[in-house]
């Protein structure tokens, strides 16, 4: 279904002024941003999304992706000071069309509209998702939420060396590079012939960062294998989906055996409580343990989607989450405040207003 742009325009509109009306200031960050931050946060994973040139003065550039990071960026230079910021534009995503090209491919460019709080306020988290619940609630989306921080907490908690951990959370939110690197932590170690030379260095990357390698794979050669176990247990978290309150009953079993959830699983609790106050139905709500692995990386805690369960090829109508580490990396000297935010896709809206 062909939507004008005015159309979406207007509808973004409407959702910046719920935004406004929340005490957001809006804000417009540039459509051209510099490409190293990005790819500093995201590695080149990021250009398989992203639309990328190269600038004779300002060196490689990136289409806006997305609105978070500029809009942290922005804030974190201003004092990293509570605040609440909305914003309405385009992003550029280059869409993978699998293995065959698909008869009606998503657009490569939409529309945005977006809110994003900073605030040392622990009900932050179901501020931000009842806003969003209020003003979907007319379309039938189905909500659903995660939480990265028990799957990071998780993670942490297996008995692994401490590089192997790293390697793990790293492709935390890449499931199957995840399952390859858990399949090889199982086995035994590889021996690895890692003779020294008197050659010269050579390559793209430093001599310290060589060195830093090859001392890991030395390291690792003493590894022990991961217990069955373990890999079940994780297994067992990953398979947790349901309404939130039956969700809890599941993660409440697997804290019995695996305490170092505990205090993830409580905060999730807690979250059910104030989402409650909000009006939220929690029965109404999907759990989904593994609902963090398919958000960008830089959530590190409470994350939610509300999807069209009519229209199972769509991306979801709109997404957002918690991102307390991003602010750090972007602040300077260190400096952070929590945050969490979200973004609605006006063009999917108007598709399911044409429908009605």
Known sequence: MTIPKRDKQAIGQRFLAAFREAGAAEVAPDILLPADTLLDLYGEDIRARAYTSTDPLRGEVMLRPDFTVPVVQRHMAGGAEPARYCYLGEVFRKQDP?????????????????????????????????????????????????????????????????????????????????????????????????????????????????????????????????????????????????????????????VAEWTELGPAVLRIEERMAMLLAQGVAPDAILFDASHGRQTMEYYDGFTFSFVAPDRPAWPPVASGGRYDALTAVLGRGGRAIPAVGGIIRPGLVAELEAAR
Not at 102 to 113: C, V
Not at 206 to 212: P, S, V, Y
């Open 98 to 254: 699998g293995e065959e090209r698909p008869a009606n491919p998503r657009d490569n460019e939409y529309l945005q509209a977006g809110f994003e709080l900073f605030a040392h306020d622990r009900e932050a988290d179901a501020e931000v998702f009842g806003l969003f619940h209020r003003l979907l609630a007319p379309y039938g989306l189905q909500a659903v939420t995660g939480d990265t921080g028990l799957l990071m907490d998780a993670v942490r908690a297996l008995p692994l060396s401490g590089a192997r951990r790293d390697a793990l959370l790293h492709h935390l939110w890449r499931p199957r590079r995840f399952a390859r690197l858990l399949a090889r932590f199982s086995r035994p170690a590889e021996a690895r012939d890692l003779p020294s030379t008197s050659a010269p260095w050579a390559g793209l990357r430093g001599e310290d960062e060589m060195q830093a390698r090859i001392d890991r794979l030395l390291a690792d050669r003493h590894a022990q294998p991961l217990d069955p176990a373990w890999i079940a247990r994780l297994e067992r978290l990953f398979a947790v989906r349901a309404p939130l309150p039956g969700a809890l009953a599941k993660l409440r079993d697997l």
